[in-house]
T-cell receptor
């Protein structure tokens, strides 16, 4: 079983819509959950990260963790065409000290 | 502050050859991790170097190796290339060993023919 499972999509939304991205995880060790954005032909860019049970908001982006269901989510409000990219969730665990990535979800925001 | 740089950006090699990729971390960052990204397997951790020593490794064969220099720059080597080694190789730098906050470079696109 993979450490992090992510629906690869693709996801297409109109400009201004809320984008909702989800991943599930299996490990219960102390861990951080990261969200990266990757544009075509570029390296992943760290957007934000949360602790095992924390939520975080940064501008139009909100990351949430639901420990009971082992679900992590990223919401993008007022989406823009420039948000079109692949979004990767990742887990960093205190048991192995390395990042394990989901498959990535490709998002297209239509103008 | 300059980001992570990787050279070369693109590389074409023939099966059986070997290749060396280079990564310069963000100034002040002492840890470098390497990842392989393919459409089928996604982003997978190769290994991490800190203070010139490999500190952590993923599940890749011994053909994949690396090293780190005293200035924190790192190189990754793949010997006896196989077609399946075609991928985007990414390095990420972080301040400390085993750090969750990692910043990626643009990657080296390796094509093995």
């Amino acid at each position: 079983q993979k450490e992090v499972e992510q629906d690869p999509g693709p996801l297409s939304v109109p400009e201004g819509a809320i984008v909702s991205l989800n991943c599930t995880y299996s490990n219960s060790a102390f861990q951080y959950f990261m969200w990266y954005r990757q544009y075509s032909r570029k390296g992943p860019e760290l957007l934000m990260y949360t602790y095992s049970s924390g939520n975080k908001e940064d501008g139009r982006f909100t990351a949430q963790v639901d420990k009971s269901s082992k679900y992590i989510s990223l919401f993008i409000r007022d989406s823009q065409p420039s948000d079109s990219a692949t979004y990767l969730c990742a887990r960093w665990g205190s048991n192995d000290y390395k990042l394990s990535f989901g498959a990535g979800t490709t998002v297209t925001v239509r103008a | 502050k300059a980001g992570v740089t990787q050279t070369p950006r693109y590389l074409i090699k023939t099966r059986g050859q070997q290749v060396t990729l280079s990564c310069s971390p963000i100034s002040g960052h002492r840890s470098v991790s390497w990842y392989q990204q393919t459409p089928g397997q996604g982003l997978q951790f190769l290994f991490e170097y800190f203070s010139e020593t490999q500190r952590n490794k993923g599940n890749f064969p011994g053909r994949f190796s690396g090293r780190q220099f005293s200035n924190s720059r790192s190189e990754m080597n793949v010997s006896t290339l196989e077609l399946g080694d075609s991928a985007l190789y990414l390095c990420a730098s972080s301040l400390l060993q085993g750090d969750n906050e990692q910043y990626f470079g643009p990657g080296t696109r390796l094509t093995v023919t």
